[in-house]
Antibody, heavy 122, light 107 residues
Framework: QVQLMESGGGVVQPGRSLRLSCGASGFIFSNYGMHWVRQAPGKGLEWVAVISYDGTNEYYADSVRGRFTISRDNSKNTLYLQMNTLTVEDTAVYSC???????????????WGQGTLVTVSS | DIQMTQSPSMLSASVGDRVTITCRAS??????LAWYQQKPGKAPKLLIY???VLEGGVPSRFSGSASGTEFTLTISSLQPDDYATYYCQHYNVYPWAFGEGTKVEIK
């Protein structure tokens, strides 16, 4: 079955950086677009970024564009999120999600990981 | 950008009740609307896509409908396993956006 496992979260000071990872199994990782979605404590879901199946296209939410970078290593079945210049507003559980469509980045999120908590605090 | 407005934010219902949750898009999304269920501490689960198509394995008591920019999630007979928070999401065009969520609580 599809499994998505995030790691790399933790407590970080404002202005610092953090890199999240998402290990994937149970499907052909290199055939699907992948997303990051976050959820601030007690809040709703916010889509963060997407990367195409082959890594050639990326899109970001306005709130993170220019600070966050999504990437993938298809040889390792791993998705990444490099987060720079973090602010307290970035505090959230970050989850990776598999796009529904083969070779697609449709925005329909078929499977999600449980997430990793990022806390930005001085 | 397209905004999604979901209502109510919370509702209390009993087992066996019919439950309806509404989601309105700020622009036409061509039916590209999904519903997710999230339980505390768990990953969201895809229930419905394309407004009314049930994802595999989702019980038939869940249904979705659409009228223009308004979408509805209906649970025909609420079961104990259905107490959760439900989110709508449009995936018409980037950037994709979620509604604020509806928490379904036990009455």
């Amino acid at each position: 079955q599809v499994q998505l496992m995030e790691s790399g979260g933790g407590v970080v000071q404002p202005g610092r950086s953090l890199r999240l990872s998402c290990g994937a199994s149970g499907f052909i990782f290199s055939n699907y677009g992948m997303h990051w979605v976050r959820q601030a404590p007690g809040k709703g879901l916010e889509w963060v970024a997407v990367i195409s199946y082959d890594g050639t296209n990326e899109y970001y939410a306005d709130s993170v564009r220019g600070r966050f970078t999504i990437s993938r290593d298809n040889s390792k079945n791993t998705l990444y999120l490099q987060m720079n210049t973090l602010t307290v507003e970035d505090t959230a559980v970050y989850s990776c999600a598999k796009d529904y469509h083969f070779y697609g980045s449709s925005g329909l999120l078929q499977y999600w990981g449980q997430g990793t908590l990022v806390t930005v605090s001085s | 950008d397209i905004q999604m407005t979901q209502s109510p934010s919370m509702l209390s219902a009993s087992v066996g009740d019919r439950v309806t949750i509404t989601c309105r898009a700020s622009q036409y999304v061509s039916g590209w609307l999904a519903w997710y269920q999230q339980k505390p501490g768990k990953a969201p689960k895809l229930l419905i896509y394309k407004g009314s198509v049930l994802e595999g394995g989702v019980p038939s008591r869940f249904s979705g409908s659409a009228s223009g920019t308004e979408f509805t999630l209906t649970i025909s007979s609420l079961q104990p396993d259905d107490y959760a928070t439900y989110y709508c999401q449009h995936y018409n065009v980037y950037p994709w956006a979620f509604g604020e969520g509806t928490k379904v609580e036990i009455k």
